[in-house]
């Protein structure tokens, strides 16, 4: 075992998943609750012991759930952020129910890289607002290729109705508002939380080459919900509506 190895071994991958979660429930405090539905619809549609697809799945924290609810499921991550998919490597390391793939989403060929042609499940959440438009449409046409006839793709994330302008900038500020009351008693913000990944000794190489690859943060779209399930439809599921939202997040579920 080289020293790399050994300091990786060490590292202790569930206080960096807990720190992760808790860093996402300042932004989103009800984080849980839409998790518990995404679960709560893949049982019920795919069944107890799903093959799943955990899309930009980060440090894991779907899987991670999947697991724990349906323990007979089956998991491939994937993502291209060295940092979180080394968390999510680290925290799975020894489950042979999990396989992690690195991937850009944006790259037309990423769908060769998994282990499966199908799945029953393709779950995500908080990652897909980073893309733009026109290349979300093109992501939801590959994933009808991938979702099997009957499964289910859950998409958890920022869905703005700019009809609505002043309901939106009231939810907005109280949803502000309450960030600050959580920041001033020690809430983590992601810029806070991607300051101590670098001086990491394990996380901060693949911290800088995170960087190198989104800059501080990508910028994409955030449509409706409407645009969402519309656009699902139009690339191949039989039908797509909400099945939970709070004033700020929609999860979104298509069946193929």
């Given at each position: 075992?080289?020293?790399?190895?050994t300091?990786?071994?060490?590292?202790?991958?569930?206080?960096?998943?807990?720190?992760?979660?808790?860093?996402?429930?300042?932004?989103m405090?009800?984080?849980?609750?839409?998790?518990?539905?995404?679960?709560?619809?893949?049982?019920?549609?795919?069944?107890?012991?799903?093959?799943?697809?955990?899309?930009?799945?980060?440090?894991g924290?779907?899987?991670a759930r999947?697991l724990?609810?349906?323990?007979?499921a089956?998991?491939?991550?994937?993502?291209?952020?060295?940092?979180?998919?080394?968390?999510?490597?680290?925290?799975?390391?020894?489950?042979?129910?999990?396989?992690?793939?690195?991937?850009?989403?944006?790259?037309p060929?990423?769908?060769?890289?998994?282990?499966?042609?199908?799945?029953?499940?393709?779950?995500?959440a908080?990652?897909?607002h980073?893309?733009?438009?026109?290349?979300?449409?093109?992501?939801?046409?590959?994933l009808?290729?991938l979702?099997?006839?009957?499964?289910?793709?859950?998409?958890?994330?920022?869905?703005?109705?700019?009809?609505?302008?002043?309901i939106?900038?009231a939810?907005r500020?109280?949803?502000?508002?309450?960030?600050?009351?959580?920041?001033?008693?020690?809430?983590?913000d992601?810029?806070?939380?991607?300051?101590?990944?670098?001086?990491?000794?394990?996380?901060?190489?693949?911290?800088?080459?995170?960087?190198?690859?989104?800059?501080?943060?990508?910028?994409?779209d955030?449509?409706?919900?409407?645009?969402?399930?519309?656009?699902?439809?139009?690339?191949?599921?039989?039908?797509?509506?909400?099945?939970?939202?709070s004033?700020?997040?929609t999860?979104?579920?298509?069946?193929?």
């Amino acid at each position: 075992m080289t020293d790399a190895d050994t300091t990786t071994a060490g590292t202790d991958w569930h206080a960096w998943q807990e720190s992760w979660d808790r860093q996402q429930e300042w932004y989103m405090p009800d984080r849980e609750d839409r998790f518990r539905i995404m679960l709560d619809m893949v049982e019920a549609l795919a069944g107890p012991a799903p093959r799943v697809l955990d899309l930009a799945c980060g440090t894991g924290s779907i899987t991670a759930r999947l697991l724990a609810r349906l323990p007979e499921a089956t998991s491939t991550g994937v993502d291209l952020d060295p940092a979180l998919l080394a968390i999510a490597e680290g925290t799975f390391a020894d489950d042979g129910r999990v396989t992690f793939v690195t991937a850009d989403l944006k790259d037309p060929d990423w769908p060769a890289r998994l282990p499966y042609d199908s799945y029953d499940a393709v779950l995500t959440a908080t990652a897909l607002h980073w893309l733009h438009a026109e290349p979300l449409a093109v992501l939801y046409g590959r994933l009808a290729e991938l979702v099997r006839d009957g499964g289910v793709f859950l998409n958890a994330d920022h869905m703005i109705d700019e009809s609505t302008p002043r309901i939106n900038a009231a939810e907005r500020a109280q949803r502000h508002a309450q960030m600050e009351r959580a920041k001033a008693q020690g809430a983590l913000d992601w810029a806070e939380w991607w300051q101590l990944a670098a001086q990491d000794p394990v996380l901060a190489e693949p911290t800088a080459r995170r960087f190198e690859i989104y800059g501080e943060h990508a910028e994409g779209d955030m449509p409706s919900a409407a645009w969402h399930a519309r656009v699902l439809r139009e690339q191949g599921f039989g039908e797509a509506r909400p099945v939970w939202c709070s004033p700020s997040d929609t999860l979104l579920l298509a069946v193929k």
